[in-house]
Structures are given as C-alpha cells and as structure tokens.
C-alpha cells in the first residue's frame, strides 16, 4: 500500500506541447464554466494533439483538411510553443436545450454532446461508475487527465477494451461488502470518494497512493478481490482525510530531518510520513478486524486473520517508533496516544495461532529486511571484531556500534513474502510447490526458491542448511541472514534468533570482513554464536535503533 504524495512533487502525465503546465489553469476553467452552464470562450493549447477537460473528457482533434485556416480567434501568442500546434478555441453558448459547446481545431469544429457522459464523433467522455444500496457510490474512473497521477506516479495507460469493465465488477462487489460489513467506511467513502485513477501494476504486488492536493481521488492497481479493493479504499482516503486535517491543524515539525523505519516501506521516513502511515494503516488494520468475522470460505477467513494480525503488529510497532520522535507537536502526541491506545486493546483480542505466527515472521522479516537495505554498521568496529576472531579472542562485551543511514540499491526482495502470503490461502500450496521443485533424483532445480519453499513449510533443518550453504557460496547474499534468523527463533535458538533479526547489518558486515581477513572460509553460523551466544537478545518486538537517524551530509 502507498503513501500520500505532498504537494510539491509536480509533474506527470505524458509529453507537453507547451513550455510549461499553466495550460492546465485554461482547461480547469473550461471545466468549471462547462460544469456551472456558464458561457464563455478561452483558450486552452493542445496536449499530445487532444484538447482535456478535466473531470469532463478528452476532445480529439479532427485531422486537417486541405487548405484548411489554422488561425483560432482568441489565441495568447504568449500560451503558444513554437513547434507544437496552436491552442483550440473553446466556446460555450446558453440555448433552450442547455449550453453548446464546440471546440474550434483551427478551420474544423467539434461539437459536443448536451450529455457529455456519453460518447460522440470527437469527445470520449471520462468513465464513470455508480453503484447504488443504501447508499450511492459515484466515481470517476479517469484514465484520461494528464494529472490524474497527482505528481510523479505512474499511472496506467488508457484502459483497454474489456478493462472497464472488470473495474466497473468489482468496485460494484467491493461497495456491497463494505455495506454489508463496514457501514461507518461506506458512509465516509459514499461522501468523499470522487476518482479512482488506474495505476499499473508491479511485479509481486498491488499500488496504491494519493495525493494531498487531491482529496478524495485514489490512485490504484486493480486488487485480485473486493476485500482487497475494500483495505485499499479504506487505507487511501485515511490519507485523505489526515491531509485535510493537516491543513488545518499542523502535527509535525516539517524541518526535522531524522528519518525512521516504516514498516510498510522499503525505504527511511521523515516524522510527518510515519503519522500519516500510522494513521492509514489504523484504518488498514481495522478493516480486517472486522473483516475476519464475516461470512466467507476458510481461505478468505485466514486472509483476514493473518493481515489484521500483520497490520496490528506493524503498526503498533511503528506507533512506538514515531513516539521517541522530537517532531511531534503537543497536538500530533494527543493524536498519536489516541490511536495507541485502540492499538494497544486490539493486541488482546484472539488470533488463530497459524495465522498470529505467519504474521510474527513476516513482520520480523521486514524489519531485519529493512536494516539489512539501510543501515550501515561503523566500519573501524566491524574491523575490530572481525580481527579479534581471526586471533581466536572472545567477542567485546559491547555489541551495540553506531549506525548511519546509508541506503544502497538491494536488488529484488526475497519470494518469502509472497510465498507466506500464498501459504496462508492455501496452508498445502507450499508443500506442492516443494515436491515439483524436485527432480527424479531429488535436487532442487531452484535452489534459491526451494530454500524459501522448505523455509514457510516449515522444513527447518533444510531450510537452515540452505541458508548456511548460501551464505558459504554468496557471502554477500544478505538476505540469507534474516532467513537464518526466522529459522532460529522457530525451531533453534531464540536469543541468536532475535540478534539475527535485530542486527542482521552488523552479522552481515562482520562476516564479510572476517571472510577477506581469513584464508579460509568462515562459517556463518559459528560467527552469528561467536559474535550473540550467551547475550540477552535485544527483542524483536522493541523498537530499538529503528528510527532517528539524520541522512547523510545533514
């Protein structure tokens, strides 16, 4: 799920024709005066050779006809590019039967319809969906708008034929479960919802965003089922709502620069973006509380259970993380205690155990992930402890060194997540995948995957091999650290587990430096108990060293 983008990230859509986008100011007017059947005429330049009105549709401009005169009455030679074509002539004329608007294309016209929902020769109208209940829902679905990405998002291109409609199916079902079942989150989004943009999707994952400028319109992949769009509309217009709130009530020092975890993001997060996360994902873990207890088949069910059990976990975690933060003004620590406080009574209600667990690792897993991606242990420390092991000395008793911000390029995230994920639908998917990646004689054809396979299957020994042997190949294959440390804390040592997980960064460096020390090759294993054995674990459900750190150079 995304984060609200702020204002100032401008941009998007495609190639302009104009030097700047104060063309969009002209087509805004058009709009409003079309939308209050006011008459008038601007001009408005072209973009990529189509005339837009926003919230409206598009005009295609007619091919030239010979000899035709491409001079436009009411033309600003100051709007104009000298290589693109010139601005259309927009011109609105009350009559008995309503406004009529035409759009001049130098000597050709287009006339559009008095009902500018429905198609006509020139003018593709922006989709719309309604689905009534109790309550009407009334979108926009725009794959038109240049700035329907409010910034620099990456939307979709125009849907294609046979993609509306799969919109259309399932926002319908997705309005009557959040009637059904989620009455307080349908009265909210039947009042604020307005647009919903087509984003594309990414490998291993849906997208999601808004923008603070654009309340109520909610930028998105299509989600594999209603429930899934339900948490996403939820999540997005949480956004929204905490935006306008921030217009008028400021929570957060804009000019703090430390940066902190964010358990839904790979990458640091000023202050303000973590309550603006918290907040959202609030909504995100509320929505599966309530959704778990609905009707449904046990997949969908343990779907439930799990991502309310990962969302409470992840967002309790990052609550506490964004309280040891000095940027919060008196306002933003009340509005942060009060959801703490609903935080901290859902932590007692019951969880199935396969669902609580699989959510526990994953949480874990992100975090260990995170460090692993952003933090940089002292390098003079790394050195001294990786040449005390080649002297054969004890580890210092002090395992705790400084750590910067420094946020390198990582390469794709591990297949576990998506892999636990399927698990959860389908607890036997996991074990088939296991026996098919096997051959006649029983060697993985994936190496890679059949290790993360045995790892959520539960084949801990196997599991705990592979990791070990991919460290021995590729000691520079983080990731494999954390899987070791998943593996520990179920079936080995705790204590090891929750260093693994906690500081997988200064394991990481350690045993790499140990390796270009040493003539031979370091076990990992014996250097993770060398550096944490006998050493209380600094507990994985703390918010440790997860946050505060100012970016470099500041």
Request: with cysteine; aromatic share 6%; charged share 25%.
């Amino acid at each position: 799920m995304g984060d609200t983008v702020p204002a100032e990230r401008r941009g998007g859509g495609g190639r302009r024709h104009v030097r700047d986008d104060s063309w969009y100011l002209a087509a805004l007017a058009a709009s409003a005066a079309i939308r209050a059947a006011e008459p008038f005429e601007i001009a408005v330049p072209l973009v990529e050779g189509r005339l837009v009105l926003p919230t409206l549709g598009v005009v295609l401009a007619p091919e030239p006809t010979p000899g035709a005169s491409t001079d436009v009455r009411g033309e600003d030679p100051g709007m104009s590019d000298p290589v693109a074509p010139p601005p259309a002539l927009v011109r609105a004329e009350g009559g008995t039967s309503g406004l009529r608007v035409r759009v001049w294309f130098g000597g050709a016209v287009v006339t559009l319809p008095t009902d500018l929902g429905k198609a006509a020769p020139g003018w593709r109208p922006i989709s719309r969906i309604a689905v009534s209940g109790r309550l009407s829902l009334r979108v926009l679905l725009d794959d038109v708008d240049p700035f329907r990405g409010g910034g620099d998002l990456a939307t979709a291109h125009h849907l294609e034929e046979g993609q509306e409609r799969d919109w259309r199916d399932l926002v319908e079902r997705c309005w009557h479960l959040l009637e059904r079942h989620h009455p307080e989150s349908s009265r909210e989004l039947a009042a604020g919802l307005r647009a919903l943009v087509p984003m594309a999707r990414r490998v291993g994952g849906n997208r999601s965003a808004t923008h603070s400028d654009a309340f109520g319109s909610v930028a998105l992949s299509l989600p594999a089922d209603a429930a899934q769009l339900g948490a996403v509309l939820v999540h997005e217009f949480q956004h929204s709502k905490l935006s306008a709130l921030l217009d008028l009530v400021p929570l957060a020092d804009g000019n703090d620069p430390a940066r902190y975890y964010a358990p839904w993001r790979n990458d640091p997060r000023p202050a303000g973006a973590l309550l603006q996360g918290v907040y959202a994902h609030l909504a995100v873990a509320d929505f599966w509380r309530r959704q778990r207890w609905q009707s449904g088949d046990d997949a969908e069910r343990a779907t439930a259970h799990f991502e309310f059990a990962l969302w409470l976990i992840q967002t309790h975690f990052a609550a506490r993380v964004l309280a040891t933060s000095p940027a919060l003004n008196p306002a933003g620590r009340h509005f942060l205690t009060t959801m703490s406080r609903r935080l901290s009574r859902w932590r007692a209600e019951p969880i199935p155990v396969r669902e609580r667990a699989l959510a526990i690792d994953a949480a874990a897993e992100h975090r260990a992930q995170w460090r692993l991606r952003n933090l940089r242990a002292d390098p003079v420390f790394v050195n001294n402890l990786a040449e005390e092991w080649a002297a054969g000395g004890p580890a210092p008793a002090r395992l705790t060194p400084e750590t910067e911000l420094c946020p390198p390029p990582l390469g794709p995230d591990s297949p576990r997540a998506g892999l636990r994920r399927a698990a959860v639908r389908d607890p036997d998917l996991v074990a088939r995948r296991l026996s098919r990646s096997q051959d006649g004689n029983g060697m993985a054809r994936d190496a890679i995957l059949r290790v993360e396979l045995a790892d959520i299957a539960g084949e801990d020994d196997a599991a705990k091999l592979g990791y070990r042997n991919r460290l021995l190949d590729s000691p520079r294959h983080r990731d494999a650290w954390v899987g070791l440390g998943l593996v520990e804390r179920r079936s080995g040592d705790p204590g090891l587990a929750e260093w693994l997980l906690c500081r997988p960064e200064l394991v990481h460096a350690v045993y790499l430096r140990i390796r270009q020390l040493c003539d031979g090759v370091a076990d990992p294993i014996s250097v993770a108990r060398w550096l944490f054995e006998g050493r209380p674990g600094p507990g994985y459900d703390e918010p440790l060293d997860m946050g505060g750190w100012r970016p470099l150079g500041d």
